[in-house]
């Protein structure tokens, strides 16, 4: 069989590169040459300090959709505006229409 016949989708690859990451993460963790003490501050340093990442990457994804919501209101505004004027104007229309043909 060819190399050409064994195609794998893109899942299976992730799957498979997740699955090695963390079998070796855990292979690390078992044969590292710290004491069990020294890895687990090593492994606790290292959540506090994905948790301030992540709540600073919240803060900012927060602050972007709040920039997000006030931009897309302020379009509708400006649409809403647009609108009532045109509706505005088709009234009028209709009324002088009205107005020359009952004349």
Do not use: W
């Amino acid at each position: 069989m060819s190399n050409q016949d064994l195609k794998c989708s893109p899942e299976t690859v992730v799957l498979a590169f997740l699955g090695g990451a963390i079998g070796g993460i855990f292979a690390g963790l078992l044969l590292a040459p710290r004491s069990g003490q020294d890895t687990r501050r090593e492994i606790t340093g290292y959540a506090r300090k994905t948790e301030e990442e992540v709540i600073e990457k919240a803060k900012e994804a927060r602050a972007a959709l709040d920039d997000v919501i006030e931009r897309g209101r302020h379009f509708v505004d400006e649409r809403r505006a647009d609108i009532e004027a045109a509706v505005k104007a088709g009234i009028e229309a209709m009324k002088e229409r009205k107005e020359k043909g009952s004349s």
